[in-house]
């Protein structure tokens, strides 16, 4: 044999012995990272390293786990790398755990310093600062009918700058932003923002930067920091950490000004009573930087959901002008041409309160809730879930569910009403999530959705532009389910 042909032979049987070895080692290291600990429930198999997350990220994470659905059941689990995640599908599944296994199913993950109150771990720190948030939110107006002057009072302005495009086409998005956020604005700090404000206009714009950009398992998860960006994120990494380091700047700001003319004798919003509570002593846990963290809780994830949801109403509204006609002749036949809507009349106005349900129904703007942890080894459809296991809850499967909605991706704000034209309260309606970690502002959303949407009904007919294309019903994906960009016009009535 040549030396050539003994090179040749050494070297294909080196290669196929490498090439046998590293499929033996990436087996043994899959069946080692990926093996389904204990007896946790089944669900698609994962790839090497990276887990379900490269699937996830060719779709829409919560329409592939509802289709996931069907195939593993109400739970099953995927991985992201190599940690295991329970997803939760189905009403009576997620009822059981965060309702009747509650304590089981309350914490989070840990997030940057995990305070404020979404993030903030479950335990006696969460519940101190959650009861005193809410109890000093009711203080000046949460859940109250007094709360309504503020809300209208925005919706007013809002009025006078659509009146402004002087019937011309426009996308809607920043004065719908704006306005939402000026009414939490006006009861944590205790004055609105004037359209000019410059600062106030940015951090606007820097929430839309955080809420556009889809959601980063990374965050959630320091051992998949290094995973390549296409599979984290949307938008540049750096941009959405610019704008949100603005937003915490932006606040840090509004908190430093009022603890600079704080009076005891004059308590004029949420930030007053928080910085009262840090006064009076062995308060540890009361610190500015917690103060913070509520604040851009309250700000910036109730203001765009809400921001959200109404977008979505007013697109429906132009893709189903009938609906629009149906609920503006009822609002006008309660409320007048002139007289402020109020929630004392909500009664009254049935439809308009059942086209708003469908709206939250059809697209949710928070299909997928923050991630959940076991608080503790539980057991759920008799699969182990340890202490520990990020949970996903997939609202989606609730919201679209055809065993509890007919015809589930049609627009029937119909279903919402009884026999008599009543509207009914369905139990399966959870746009809010449910139980410990339900959404903190979910009693002023209720009341933001119902105030716009009967005073922009009040006083304009919307319309697609003509010739337009009509608008996508599919979500844009973010941190939020909102609508791709449109444009409409308004004729006032």
Same mark, same amino acid.
């Given at each position: 044999?040549?030396?050539?042909?003994?090179?040749?032979?050494?070297?294909? *049987?080196?290669?196929?012995?490498?090439?046998?070895?590293?499929? /033996?080692? =990436? !087996?043994?290291?899959? @069946?080692?990272?990926?093996?389904?600990?204990?007896?946790?429930?089944?669900?698609?198999?994962?790839?090497?390293?990276i887990g379900n997350l490269l699937t996830l990220s060719?779709?829409?994470?919560?329409?592939?786990?509802?289709?996931?659905?069907?195939?593993?059941? *109400?739970?099953?689990?995927?991985?992201?790398?190599?940690?295991? /995640?329970? =997803? !939760?599908?189905?009403? @009576?599944?997620?009822?059981?755990?965060?309702v009747k296994k509650g304590e089981d199913f309350s914490d989070r993950l840990r997030v940057n310093d995990s305070l404020g109150i979404v993030f903030a771990p479950y335990g006696p720190f969460w519940k101190e600062q959650r009861k005193f948030t809410m109890a000093g939110l009711r203080d000046f107006g949460f859940g109250k009918?007094?709360?309504?002057?503020?809300?209208?009072e925005e919706a007013e302005a809002l009025r006078e700058e659509i009146m402004k495009t002087d019937g011309k086409p426009f996308n809607i998005l920043s004065m719908l932003r704006k306005a939402v956020?000026?009414?939490?604005?006006?009861?944590?700090?205790?004055?609105?923002?004037e359209p000019d404000d410059a600062a106030f206009n940015t951090f606007l714009e820097d929430t839309e930067t955080r809420f556009q950009s889809p959601l980063r398992v990374n965050r959630f998860y320091q051992k998949l920091r290094h995973l390549p960006r296409v599979l984290a994120t949307g938008r540049s990494a750096q941009a959405i950490h610019e704008a949100m380091?603005?937003?915490?700047?932006?606040?840090?700001?509004k908190v430093d000004e009022r603890q600079r003319d704080f009076d005891p004798n004059d308590i004029r919003g949420f930030v007053d009573a928080y910085i009262q509570e840090m006064r009076s002593g062995h308060k540890e846990n009361f610190t500015d930087q917690q103060l913070a963290y509520i604040l851009l809780d309250l700000i910036t994830a109730g203001?765009?959901?809400?921001?959200?949801?109404?977008?979505?109403?007013l697109l429906y509204m132009i893709i189903h002008p009938d609906k629009q006609e149906r609920a503006g002749e009822e609002i006008n036949r309660t409320f007048g041409d002139s007289a402020p809507p109020t929630t004392a009349k909500r009664k009254e106005v049935p439809f308009t309160e059942a086209f708003v349900s469908e709206v939250q129904r059809i697209n949710s703007v928070t299909p997928l809730t923050i991630p959940h942890v076991a608080s503790n080894d539980t057991v759920m459809h008799g699969y182990n879930i340890p202490r520990g296991t990020m949970?996903?809850?997939?609202?989606?499967?609730?919201?679209?569910?055809?065993?509890?909605?007919?015809?589930?991706?049609?627009?029937?704000?119909e279903r919402f009403l009884d026999n008599q034209g009543q509207y009914t309260k369905r139990d399966a309606f959870i746009p809010f999530s449910t139980g410990q970690r339900i959404c903190l502002g979910a009693q002023l959303a209720k009341m933001e959705l119902f105030l716009f949407t009967t005073y922009l009904l009040q006083h304009f007919t919307f319309k697609l532009p003509e010739g337009a294309a009509v608008p996508s019903t599919v979500g844009l994906p973010g941190l939020t389910n909102g609508p791709r960009p449109y444009e409409l016009y308004a004729i006032p009535k």
């Open positions: 044999m040549s030396v050539l042909k003994l090179i040749a032979t050494v070297a294909r *049987d080196y290669t196929n012995f490498t090439t046998v070895f590293l499929a /033996v080692f =990436v !087996l043994f290291l899959t @069946n080692k990272l990926l093996r389904r600990p204990g007896n946790l429930p089944p669900g698609p198999r994962p790839w090497p390293l060719l779709g829409t994470a919560y329409v592939t786990f509802t289709e996931w659905r069907k195939k593993y059941g *109400d739970v099953f689990t995927v991985f992201f790398g190599s940690r295991p /995640v329970m =997803v !939760l599908n189905g009403f @009576n599944t997620i009822q059981e755990a965060l009918r007094s709360l309504e002057g503020r809300i209208l956020t000026n009414v939490i604005c006006s009861i944590v700090f205790g004055a609105r923002h380091e603005r937003m915490r700047k932006f606040v840090k700001t203001g765009d959901t809400t921001t959200q949801t109404l977008y979505w109403a949970v996903q809850v997939n609202l989606w499967s609730v919201l679209r569910d055809p065993n509890i909605w007919d015809e589930p991706d049609q627009f029937k704000p």
